[in-house]
């Protein structure tokens, strides 16, 4: 019985680890751009199809990653921000939100159109160690640790860095940050450019299990975006917080409850946070003054 | 010599209403200015339109001699214009020191230093001695949000002398403070005046405070300025009496 939850929760973590990379993104755009974009799940299937286009072409796996994530950096750094983000925001956070969402629907179209509806195998590790009653594969074991190494390094470039600190002020009062001769701009597009870099590395790691199909973004955005909200919307530490534990809790749900509804785990959890406790995990009831 | 800052015919038109309607004054090296006036009386556009925050309907602002009307405000930062504000604007979920930093890393180094350079771009000292000046050293590892009101005002003045400005404008500077923290808060103006060389214009509505701080005051009513002299002056004068008293 221990094994099987230490097992369940090695699985879950590692899920979980890859929704906290794109939770990550959401909380990094609404940050910086207050962008909720709805196509963040579209945005780690395309790099996806990029890798195998590149590995297609005949470019080692770890060059076609380096090309997908240059090109991810391109078009949903990028031109996502000059093309969509600038344009749409001058009239809202709202339109925009909206306009993600005729994102998301083009791109899955796009996708489909460009690789049909079949689902692509993706290179991942096999194999796996046995501990004992314990058995872990190198593809979660690799999961784990790419992920915690993004969030580590990214942890350190936002606290550690000038730029990171630059792009915190600008999160925090782009007004006040922008009269101190913080570049206002760049700061948001390096916002989008670091999202892009992440999305394809969960793209990378989330492949091997999911296959790379045209439509995968929208339940992995629906998972990120619920566990952005559960961690607590506005900081990093929360998106992880919340992605691990929405793929912990996903986990154990399609282990001991129907694996129907394993779906609506996302939507549920949400739900209940938004009930009991709606700053999320780590983050801070917010006051506003009337 | 050309003053530091000069305003030369200032207007500001919101349709049919002058807020602030042919302002001229000159503030000397080293001087610290008080601008004050009852509410509404054009003192907050005034300041902005030294800002550049919003432009002036006509009328021009002069840094060093140099015709600055119309520059942005990042813009006039980098020329060693430095401002603090009536409502709190300090970063709160960087700690102190990290917002004493950021005030004034964009002033070192180019963009290479940027990237790579070391993290507290080299105004780590700076940072604690503005700590030590301000009596915020205590402080120093925790977040800006965390402290409290006339903490963070003492920060969000200290965070204006990071960049080693020439010309600082403080806005309502005292508003909040309480008495204790307000005496403390004087003390550590003057010292930035004396020792940084610093030129201040000040607009507050705690006379006591521009009285005991300012070497010169001017009085604002209506978009003009109805007294400039010494503080005593100006007290005394009564133009600004019946200003305020609304007579």
Not at chain 1, 27 to 38: I, K, M, P, R, Y
Not at chain 1, 138 to 159: D, E, P, R
Not at chain 2, 179 to 202: I, Q
Request: proline fraction near 4%.
């Amino acid at each position: 019985m221990a094994a099987l939850i230490a097992q369940l929760l090695i699985s879950g973590l590692a899920t979980g680890a890859v929704y906290a990379l794109v939770a990550i993104g959401f909380s990094l755009l609404w940050q910086g751009a207050q962008t909720v974009n709805f196509a963040q799940g579209d945005f780690v299937t395309l790099p996806a199809f990029l890798i195998l286009a590149g590995t297609a072409l005949g470019l080692p796996f770890w060059a076609a990653l380096l090309a997908a994530m240059v090109l991810a950096a391109a078009i949903l750094g990028l031109l996502f921000k000059r093309i969509l983000v600038d344009p749409m925001l001058r009239h809202g956070a709202m339109p925009l939100t909206i306009a993600t969402m005729a994102l998301s629907i083009f791109l899955e179209n796009a996708m489909k159109n460009a690789a049909s509806a079949e689902a692509y195998p993706f290179p991942g590790l096999n194999g796996g160690i046995t501990l004992g009653p314990l058995f872990l594969d190198w593809q979660s074991i690799m999961v784990l640790g790419v992920a915690v190494v993004a969030v580590v390094a990214l942890t350190l470039f936002l606290s550690r860095t000038r730029t990171g600190r630059a792009i915190q002020a600008t999160a925090q009062n782009p007004a006040v940050a922008r009269l101190l001769g913080i570049d206002v701009g760049r700061m948001v597009l390096i916002t989008f450019l670091i999202n892009a870099v992440l999305v394809t590395i969960a793209a990378a790691l989330i492949s091997p299990i999911y296959l790379v199909k045209f439509d995968n973004g929208a339940q992995i955005g629906l998972s990120a975006f619920c566990a952005a909200i559960v961690g607590g919307f506005n900081q990093v530490r929360g998106a992880v917080a919340g992605g691990l534990l929405l793929g912990v809790t996903e986990m154990f749900a399609a282990t001991y409850g129907p694996d129907q509804y394993r779906a609506a785990v996302p939507m549920v959890l949400l739900i209940v946070f938004i009930l009991f406790r709606p700053q999320g995990i780590l983050g801070r009831a917010e006051e506003r003054r009337v | 010599m050309s003053p530091v800052l000069e305003a030369r015919e200032l207007h500001r038109h919101f349709g049919g209403v002058k807020a602030v309607n042919g302002i001229s004054f000159a503030v000397a090296e080293r001087e610290i200015l008080g601008v004050i006036g009852p509410n509404g009386s054009g003192k907050s556009t005034l300041f902005n339109c030294l800002l550049g925050q919003i432009a002036p309907s006509s009328g021009r602002v002069l840094l060093d001699g140099v015709d600055v009307t119309g520059l942005r405000p990042s813009e006039l930062n980098r020329r060693g214009v430095s401002r603090t504000f009536q409502l709190l604007q300090v970063f709160p979920q960087l700690s102190v020191r990290e917002n004493l930093i950021l005030a004034g890393q964009e002033h070192v180094g180019g963009r290479i230093r940027r990237l790579f350079g070391r993290p507290d771009a080299g105004l780590g000292g700076a940072a604690d001695h503005m700590m030590e000046l301000f009596r915020l050293t205590h402080l120093s590892a925790l977040l800006a949000g965390s402290l409290s009101y006339g903490q963070q005002k003492l920060l969000d003045a200290a965070m204006a002398f990071m960049a080693g400005p020439r010309l600082v404008l403080l806005d309502e500077p005292a508003g909040g403070v309480n008495l204790t923290l307000l005496g403390a808060f004087r003390e550590r103006l003057r010292a930035m005046n004396a020792e940084a060389g610093a030129t201040f214009v000040v607009i507050e509505h705690n006379m006591d405070f521009v009285m005991s701080l300012c070497s010169r005051v001017i009085c604002i009513a209506e978009g003009r300025i109805i007294a400039d002299g010494l503080p005593g002056e100006v007290r005394e004068n009564p133009e600004v009496i019946e200003a305020y008293l609304g007579h």
